[in-house]
Nanobody, 125 residues
Framework: HVQLVESGGGSVQAGGSLRLSCAASGGGLSVLAMGWFRQAPGMEREFVARVSRSGYTKQYSELVEDRFAVSKDNTKDMVYLQMDNLKSEDTAVYYC??????????????????WGQGTQVTVSS
């Protein structure tokens, strides 16, 4: 059973940066594709980024692709989401998720079996 714990959220002004971390345990990260999702108040959870098992293949939502960067360290069982040039519309709870089935992960919630508890990101304008 994979357990995921996010950290690194907080409050920042527009234009600032945050780095989210996701610690995985209960199964080697090298056999997991990982995704980041977010959910703003009153909105459905949406895809942000994903990274393949190897860490080499990545995909981003069009909303963040020029500002966010996902990375994966299989030796440390850690996944990261570097968020730069943050905007007020990035305010949300951010979740990491693990996919044991697909090599490259997916962009749908249903593609992921395990989820973290989320970390709040608040961007003030």
């Amino acid at each position: 059973h994979v357990q995921l714990v996010e950290s690194g959220g907080g409050s920042v002004q527009a234009g600032g940066s945050l780095r989210l971390s996701c610690a995985a345990s209960g199964g080697g990260l090298s056999v997991l594709a990982m995704g980041w999702f977010r959910q703003a108040p009153g909105m459905e959870r949406e895809f942000v980024a994903r990274v393949s098992r190897s860490g080499y293949t990545k995909q981003y939502s069009e909303l963040v692709e020029d500002r966010f960067a996902v990375s994966k360290d299989n030796t440390k069982d850690m996944v990261y989401l570097q968020m730069d040039n943050l905007k007020s519309e990035d305010t949300a709870v951010y979740y990491c998720a693990a996919d044991r089935v697909r090599v490259y992960g997916g962009d749908k919630e249903s593609d992921y079996e395990f989820w973290g508890q989320g970390t709040q990101v608040t961007v003030s304008s």
